[in-house]
């Protein structure tokens, strides 16, 4: 393993950096100079930043760097096609400690570029430091809409169709299969220590969990994807949502931010949340409610959005969106019309990485 410090900042960004080349043609320079220059005559420019902080947004324990780069460029090309925009560009700033290797942050980069590679977006900066915490990353996306093509949080309205995209509470699910794992790995460890059974901490040291049957929960957990192939139905469809956001913070909290912003109440439906088989059984196994798990778990990275009555046979058509419910006035609330007909106030009960 390669120690940091014999690069220094220059030759590392230079080691992960060297091979990047640009793919739009609003990157008009980008790695090799003090600024990226972009350029967008006819577009409104786009910008999303998230920063990531190791045991805050990750745990080393169970996430692989590759996956983690990966996931760390998704969630913001998330962003940009929550708004009904085109990702462009991205710039990658790091924070490293010194347990990190030179090939420990090729492998974080390798999953960046492949989030990138996919979207056909360019590395055109970042920065890096050392740090006394642990990792951290952040990641800005730039993208571009022409204006008229823009959508927001604040543009439902009353009778417009809810929809959200592909299945919830997967990746919720996942986390919840991946801390139980992690939690009885260092109960047999420490157990082993007071033992000074050495013999049980070295078959400790290449125990791997059996998740077989599972592979869909941890994939949702540890390798995000942004739904540009839903930006690209709608589009093909002729649908243009009025209001949209992607689900980080779980179902009923971003559906929240959608009525509080639009002035308008919800109304949505047990019965039509999607949930995948293996969420349903994991949520069984953990004693958990799954309607609970698809409400509040986040990190889906769905999307969420509200469109036209007018649409609905234009929705029914397309794969992979689900029609949920439907918006209200404001004055009627934030409901939530259980299986056997009951109703219940929304809670925005998402993650909170502050608390």
């Known amino acids: 393993m390669t120690d940091i410090s014999k690069l220094g900042e220059f ?6 950096t060297g091979d990047i ?37 990750f745990d080393l324990t169970y996430t692989d ?3 983690l780069g990966y996931k760390a460029a998704m969630v913001n090309i998330s962003d940009i096609f929550a ?45 890096t430091t050392s740090s006394f915490t642990g990792l951290a990353i952040s990641i800005t996306c730039i993208g571009d809409a022409k204006k008229e093509d823009i959508i927001y949080r604040n543009g439902a309205k009353d009778t417009d169709l809810i929809c ?7 990746a919720y699910m996942g986390l919840q299969l991946l801390e139980r794992e992690k939690s ?44 540009g192939d839903i930006i690209a139905k709608l589009r093909d469809a002729n649908i243009h949502p009025t209001a949209m956001m992607d689900i980080s913070d779980g179902l009923s909290s971003e559906l929240m931010h959608i009525c509080k912003q639009s002035q308008t109440g919800c109304r949505i439906y047990e019965k039509d949340l999607p949930i995948d088989y293996q969420t349903a059984v994991m949520a069984e196994e953990l004693n958990m409610n799954v309607t609970t798990c698809a409400l509040n778990g986040g990190e889906d990275y769905e999307l969420l959005f ?50």
């Not at 600024?35 to 005559?41: E, G, K, N, S, T």
């Not at 959200?164 to 997967?170: E, Q």
């Not at 033992?195 to 077989?212: I, Y």
Request: glycine share 8%; hydrophobic share 35%.
């Open 306 to 355: 509200t469109v036209p009555i007018g649409d609905l046979a234009k929705v029914q058509d397309l794969d992979d969106i689900k029609l949920i419910g439907h918006i209200t006035k404001k004055e009627y609330g934030h409901v939530l019309v259980t299986r056997d007909n009951n109703e219940f106030q929304l809670k925005a009960q998402g993650w909170n990485p502050l608390q």
């Open 21 to 57: 080349k640009t793919n739009n043609e609003s990157s008009k320079y980008g790695v090799g100079d003090d600024c990226a220059v972009l350029h967008y005559p006819d577009s409104e420019v786009l910008i999303t930043t998230d920063l990531l902080m190791e045991g805050v947004h």
């Open 11 to 16: 030759g590392l960004i230079d080691k992960l």
């Open 164 to 170: 959200v995209s592909g299945d919830l509470g997967a």
């Open 184 to 227: 009885v790995y260092y109960q047999q460890v420490n157990e082993a220590k007071k033992k000074g059974d050495n013999q049980a901490l070295k078959q400790l040291a290449d125990f791997q969990p059996d998740f077989s049957g599972k592979e869909y929960l941890l994939q949702r957990q540890l390798k995000a994807e942004a739904r």
């Open 83 to 127: 708004m009904n925009g085109t990702p462009r560009q991205i710039t990658v700033s790091l924070a490293i400690s010194k347990r990190f290797s030179v090939e420990d942050i090729e492998t974080l980069y390798e999953g960046i570029k492949a989030a990138c590679h996919k979207w056909k977006v360019d590395i055109v900066g970042g920065d």
């Open 65 to 67: 760097l590759r996956n």
